[in-house]
């Protein structure tokens, strides 16, 4: 029987796999190093080990990003990569003449998909859709995203509304520590797992700025309050609150320092998402004042089944 192989037509299925066999020898072992291929669509013969292959070797020389079409292919490099996020290579992106002529970055697709809102005479909605493993990288992507288009889609004429851009780019990220340290948890998988998916709309006006945000979250696993496989943790917010409450706030709470929890396994894996302050210092940046918030942590303290709740605020 005919067969096609990448599109190789072979005879028969054992000429066709020696076929197959020699150009996966030749691309290997070809004259461009597999790290420079920087579109998986030039990958030839297609193969899960080709593919694969060229990914290996990119992430070897730090290059966690791959186009594959018109898709992009994000690696999690697990570890800070501080010069590949900065706001002067945001501007770079946002202002080159064919950003996807550029190194493939998130950036790319941040900035094509702002291009194409802005090129339409009758505005249409544009989607990213993140997607991945957990631990993939997916909240972070998302993060990234929601900063660049914080920097690009900031660009007011008057100095009232450049405070008012200001206020608003400040709200939609400061959304970030408020929803994970109440919908994440550490996981097998990941330190900062989100136990929730989320749907995000920025809202740009016909000056292409950003104007607003709508977030809505769905899907919460609002078990791991009441039970966490083992070496696994509860929601952040629990542990926050444990570490980070002052002595007024332990007695108000009836929060015994030291005090241990059952359902609050393994607190003493002390993880950057502990940090009380940065969720506090968002929510006051959301509008979310201080004896509201403690209405909040009092409730979330005393009662975690509340804490779904405190989710929709
Ligand atoms: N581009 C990146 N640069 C540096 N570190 C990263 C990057 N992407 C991910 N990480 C690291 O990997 C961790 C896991 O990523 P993230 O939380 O985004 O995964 P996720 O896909 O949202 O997983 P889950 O489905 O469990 O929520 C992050 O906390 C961060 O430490
Ligand atoms: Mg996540």
């Known amino acids: 029987m005919l067969q096609q192989v990448n599109g190789h037509s072979s005879g028969s299925g054992a000429q066709g796999r020696a076929s197959l066999k020699g150009d996966l020898r030749e691309f290997l072992g070809g004259e461009v190093p597999l790290h420079q291929l920087d579109d998986l669509t030039k990958v030839n013969p297609v193969t899960l080990e080709t593919v694969l292959r060229c990914l290996q070797a990119r992430y070897a020389e730090d290059i966690f990003y791959t186009n594959a079409g018109c898709t992009l292919v994000a690696l999690n490099p697990f570890k800070p990569i501080p010069q590949l996020y900065t706001p002067e290579l945001m501007r770079e992106y946002?202002?080159?003449?064919?950003?996807?002529?550029?190194?493939?970055?998130?950036?790319?697709?941040?900035?094509?998909?702002?291009?194409?809102?802005?090129?339409?005479?009758?505005?249409?909605?544009?989607?990213?859709?993140?997607?991945?493993?957990?631990?993939?990288?997916?909240?972070?992507?998302?993060?990234?995203?929601?900063?660049?288009?914080?920097?690009?889609?900031?660009?007011?004429?008057?100095?009232?509304?450049?405070?008012?851009?200001?206020?608003?780019?400040?709200?939609?990220?400061?959304?970030?520590?408020?929803?994970?340290?109440?919908?994440?948890?550490?996981?097998?998988?990941?330190?900062?797992?989100?136990?929730?998916?989320?749907?995000?709309?920025?809202?740009?006006?016909?000056?292409?700025?950003?104007?607003?945000?709508?977030?809505?979250?769905?899907?919460?696993?609002?078990?791991?309050?009441?039970?966490?496989?083992?070496?696994?943790?509860?929601?952040?917010?629990?542990?926050?609150?444990?570490?980070?409450?002052?002595r007024d706030e332990r007695l108000q709470w009836h929060l015994p320092e030291g005090a241990a929890f059952s359902w609050l396994p393994n607190p003493e894996s002390n993880l950057e998402e502990d940090c009380f302050e940065v969720t506090r210092e968002a929510m006051l940046h959301l509008g979310i004042d201080t004896s509201t918030q403690n209405n909040i942590f009092k409730t979330v303290e005393q009662s975690p089944g509340a804490l779904v709740l405190c989710v929709m605020v």
Do not use: D
């Open 94 to 246: 946002h202002a080159a003449p064919q950003p996807q002529k550029l190194k493939p970055h998130i950036f790319t697709v941040g900035e094509q998909t702002y291009r194409n809102v802005k090129s339409l005479i009758e505005p249409i909605n544009q989607s990213i859709v993140v997607s991945g493993e957990s631990g993939a990288g997916k909240t972070w992507t998302s993060r990234c995203l929601m900063k660049f288009y914080a920097v690009v889609a900031a660009s007011p004429t008057s100095c009232e509304n450049h405070k008012i851009t200001e206020r608003i780019e400040q709200r939609i990220l400061n959304s970030n520590p408020v929803m994970e340290a109440f919908g994440n948890a550490c996981t097998l998988r990941n330190n900062n797992s989100s136990r929730f998916g989320k749907f995000i709309q920025l809202q740009l006006n016909r000056a292409q700025q950003m104007t607003g945000a709508a977030v809505q979250t769905y899907l919460l696993e609002k078990t791991r309050v009441a039970c966490q496989a083992s070496s696994e943790r509860n929601f952040h917010i629990f542990y926050q609150i444990c570490k980070g409450a002052t």
